[in-house]
């Protein structure tokens, strides 16, 4: 759990920061690795104040979509405080456990910031950190994974279970396909569509400043996110192990079928769209990794890489939004992709896991005491369908909202000059490299 | 033939080439320079170490044309790179006495 | 296991990426990176579908030297199989082992590159990644590691014991020192010969483009080396704690010898020879982790790296040969080194953790309770010597095969354009930096 | 352990050295990498001979401030010697105690570079890295975490309790604060001084050549500070993931303050303000680590980096040294920060862990079974001071003398031309881009 | 004196450098530039992002040489740096009408 | 005009460039070069492979002035680069025959 929480501070920094960083060009890239950290430490400072408690308690009477107020500022949040895994009776310290959620928060609105790069100022960046998660992390986190653990249904198996709204559909995800990537990629979109394309787009060549580091990032994201998927089992198991197994394979899958989709439509395979792949292919088997056998992992990692080829390559282009670094095109349909997959894959006759039987286990709320259920396809398939609309529905909303009050207020958009000189030694008075 | 040498805003160096070839202009060379002038750089502050950038980011374009496309080069240069802002850039023109077209070996404006 | 399974995939992307890549001149950076990783993924996936069942399986008539097809396409492997580690009745998820084993097939291949960087076809690439394992990694690692477990043993006692080829010659290989570097060291000499050297080698400059990326790829080398040898423990214990420490030790000793031959020799201690020294080190140690002594591991890296310096500056040299990145004078002449070494340093004489009479445990086959035997340096010596020669026979005659089939088929090389353009833009269309 | 070992080789190797490399003009950075892992392999090997004993035996008549010999060369230290931990009966493996402690000795060694960056020489820094860890290190080590342990202290309970000068104040130091980070920073100032400033200090522009790689360090340092600040609690526990949060938040609050104080004062937030922050935010943790609660680090964190703010700019400017990488302003002003802040922190009140009575566990010396003491501030306070104090001047006098011993005999500085065209090209030989 | 700039393919610097040296030419400035031409760029395409590259790498070599060597430098040059396919560049010949060695003052044809 | 082009050690710009504003030059473009000349380089070594590296980190200063402030920017700019070592650079001196400014389109002397 402690390794897992490193691996995804990884993610971020510098894993996430140089592939985004690698991207943009020259004259962006401190912007860039400044606007991930900033992100990140507000969204670290902002859980201890008050995300964890709206993410992550009894939420009253608006359960069903947010948390309340029990644990602002970490209020009882101590050495000695526990949160339930799956298994009745073992436990986590808290503080373990709210240190790797609080690395979730942080990078999920790291991740928005792909769309929007090379042209949103720097103080409308440290806005959107504040506000963004306030209403569409939080909550979204709430809906998705907040219950009060077996334990806690034990004590008193005769109450109803109380549990956020995404999570009561019974859809599968693992390790936050929804809460995580979805969300992250409509917002990038969302944020994309507001703030209009950066000046040049489409006319002037805007290449990678160094594809170098976005591979670097890339490989960090790849190592880091076991930290993800293997962190999410909560224990130490078998399951990890095959949260693993599935995290290489699609991966590998997916980094392979990019560059073969290169290979027969341009003749060319590239770095970029290896790198590319491999990061679809994380996105992918986010929501799988516990759920689906090695070989479904491989078809998952196959199929997802053309899917996202034409979101980044013809869809873009016909569209004309400015999704500057894809976040939407890998993120948001890799994981649509993802998480719609993970119904099928879950398949037992397809090597998945199968699912679980809830009403079995309702009595004392111990997953791994569950019967197994009867795997169903288009049962699990539609609750799948309900929890991506859902994201898709309340991202796009809360993006929008919080988009358009920077924009409305202190204003989205670095002035037309910056865009030109280069965020870099505009905002922040420095340049990336010199000689 | 002439060398014209054009110092210009980096951001500016695709409107520049696109000018230059519709100006008829069929090759032109390019280099990354700093330059120095009225245009004053920003402040750059490295934790305690502040100091005035003198030098900012420019790119420099060469481009040998014939000495009667000479001006309307020019002319393209000044429409396409001006913003009318201090540190747009500055043009020169000096003379070429022969050119040589490596592959070929033609010489003069032949060459170009 | 699993956190060695990730420091592994670290060691290769990024880490042998950057190594490589930033040894590489500019305009082959992508290529380098990309052929780093098109091997790894297809390495991934073909161990899934193949690999693994022929290097872990019972091979029948061909047991001795390769395995067989009972676990095709990750038949059977569940999350409830597992494997057995050195001590009965101790095992381990086989999802985790598998996914470890995986990530060593996969740098074992992409190691060998360092010949032929430069020069190689993409598609040769996508060639080599799939029939190399087949005849040269598989075989190998079947020779060398497998053996049906002591539990097997123990329900069988009266049977003979099966195993590999190299494992049955009581050879001593810690953590894959004929298995990976001897292997791919031989591989990349073969296919440095077969392939010829770049244009221009030994009349035009041919500097690194990035001593900076190298020096971070040999760090990250060197923290995920830990995950090879502390994680071929398989046990987390005492072991694994000597096999770290052998492992600093060694890298240390071995980047300061490196460089004190530099100093002696040229006047100048280069920080490309402290990183080529680390790397010796750890390639050296590799095979003796968890045998040698602290003190026998010091000796051990100030002696390899003076005898890899003869290889990749005098010898090279003098023989002309173009093995671009000296994969084979470092992983090939440094896997020697130790695995001769290691023959030696079990010493317990030195400081070392002496052998074992496997006679005494054949009844269980728990190494744990084995008796200690007596050490004798010329058969211990002899053991290791034999299991070099075989490892480096079969090799260079698998490498030449596979390398001779790309040649008179696809073509191994790219064409002189490409080479001297740079294989950047020829083959993937992209360059690497741009500003 | 052995995970927080690994991650403080990742921080030392590429972390700090990319950190520090960063920053350096391009001249010159192959020539701080090479010096980052010179003193490093240095470092490990000095520790296996004579380092370890120095710092982890029994001093004898000079216990109060240095070791003995008795485990020179290794000497019993096996896979079956074990060393205690902060309770009685839990014991870790010896070598995994003294890998750790390793990469502390080297990692300290390492820091003191960045004070005297772009101007020494390389003989000397070879020098130096053998002789500063006898005078200052080692004895530093012995004095603030020497005692025999609960077991020990059991088994002979009425013998008086030996100790390190400095753990016999009383003073809280979670995971190296004295040792390490205010021990560096002195003596990176001291080298400073004696060193003199770089040619052109103060007249020509000295920007760092990537800012990339300068984030990328801090981006490792944070990820591989859970080492040292998780690792120190040498058992895992729910402590630990305090450590965990505290790390994550200090630092999260401390880049925050570091850019929040730029924009104020200079109406821009910069990149490097943000790197610089983030690390000031690990130094001033270190101590608290353990000790303080995840809102008083969050204080800690925003205080930190605004004195940081005022060495590194006004009084360097103003007293003219050329702290090259302002090894003393962060690490040393950090450094001491924390050491007095965890007085404070530590405080039941203000969420800290309180402090324990030593009296009521003398008997057997387990800590976790003493009964806390009541928090006294002005007690605590005063031992923090003092332990501040000791370590400062101890720390001074030791690196004079080092610095002053290599000045009259090696010489200390590179030759002025060596300084003008670089020391990568001088000193090494290679430079360090190449196209 | 002439100054002779030569814009080559940057696998040939090495090829020209020598040739020059061959040909009495004792000292040269080379500069990494990016060139337009005949010669047309790949096609880079960074994910959705294709576009056609305007511009090659390409080294510039700025020689300055007496009026006398002039002429067997420029075919140096040519003879170094002609592979015959397009894109091979080319050799401008400007006049330069004083030179200064800054370490000793000479000037004039000794400074070469 | 005068085209001034000066080949100077980098650790020389600034204090050139401060000499030259000293000298009243307003303006002046610089670029990164690499330049082999009587200064031989240093030996490199990458492992095994050993070569002479024949090129220099040099920076270049190009600055287009007045025909009669060329004799003092020359002056200006050989006393403050030069060291006396071997290697100090070179300074040329070309005809300009036209400058323009881009943002205000004046030529001539005007335009420096
Ligand atoms: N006399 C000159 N010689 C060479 N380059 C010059 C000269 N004057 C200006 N430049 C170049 O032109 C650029 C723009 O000049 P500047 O004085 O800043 O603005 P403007 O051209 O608008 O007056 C400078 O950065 C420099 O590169
Ligand atoms: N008129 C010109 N002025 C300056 N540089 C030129 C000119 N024409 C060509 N070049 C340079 O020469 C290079 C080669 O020219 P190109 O037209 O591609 O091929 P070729 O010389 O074989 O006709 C170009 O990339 C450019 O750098
Ligand atoms: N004839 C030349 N044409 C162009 N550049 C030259 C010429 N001669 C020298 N240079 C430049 O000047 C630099 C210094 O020249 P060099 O011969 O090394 O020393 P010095 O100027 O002291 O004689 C060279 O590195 C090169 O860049």
Redo the contacts between chains.
Sequence with gaps: MLLSTLLVLLMILPGLALFYGGLVRQKNMLSMLMQVSTVTVIGMMAWLLWGYSLAFTDGGGLDTFVGGFGRLFFKDVTTSSNVATFSTGVVIPELAFAAFQMTFAAITAALVLGGVAERMKFGAVVVFALLWPLLSYYPMAHMVWWWPGPDAIAAAPTDPIKSGLIWGFGALDFAGGTVVHINAGIAALVGALILGARKGYRTEPMPPHSLTLTFVGAGLLWVGWFGFNAGSNLEANSYAALAMMNTFIATAAAGFSWTVTEWVTRKKASMLGMASGLVAGLVAITPAAGFAGPVGSLFLGLIVSPICVIFCSTIKNALKYDDSLDAFGIHGVGGIVGALATGLLVNPAWGGAGVVDYTTCAADGDISTCDTATYVMSTQVLAQFKAVLVACVWSAVASAIVFFIIKYTLGLRASADAEEEGLDIVEHGERAYHS | ???I?????P?KL?DV?EALVAAGV?????????????QKG??????????Q???LP?V?L?A?VDDAAAAKA?EA??AA???????????????????????T?ETGAA??
């Design positions: 033939m002439k060398l040498k054009a110092i210009v805003k951001f695709d080439r069929e090759g032109l060379t390019v280099s990354e320079v700093k330059g120095y002038g009225r920003q402040t750059e502050i490295y934790r305690g170490a502040e100091y950038v003198n030098f420019k420099m060469e040998v020019v240069i000044k790179a001006a913003t009318g802002k201090i540190g747009d850039g500055k043009i020169f023109v000096l003379n070429v006495e022969d050119a040589v077209r490596i592959r070996g060459a170009l």
